[in-house]
């Protein structure tokens, strides 16, 4: 993989942030409707679907910024 620029670098940094947040809101969201016990199944399971996804970008852009080094 080709090094990244200190550009490219800051906006994966910062749309990686965006994600953490993203999946930590929608955490926040899944325990509160769950504990609500009002919650439409469906709209549980696309915010599950929706939080799996995140975390999948999430690890791709840790492995970009902290590639496994080998020593």
């Known amino acids: 993989m080709l090094p990244l620029t200190r550009e490219q670098e800051a906006n994966l940094g910062l749309e ?13 969201a899944i325990d509160t409707l769950t504990q609500s016990h009002v919650a439409d199944r469906m709209l549980l399971q696309r ?3 929706r939080k799996l996804q995140l975390k999948d970008r999430i690890v791709q852009l ?7 080094i080998i020593a």
Do not use: F, V, W
């Open 47 to 49: 915010l599950k679907k």
């Open 16 to 28: 990686l942030a965006t994600k953490r947040q993203e999946h930590s809101d929608l955490n926040a």
């Open 62 to 68: 840790e492995n970009i910024l902290l590639p496994d």
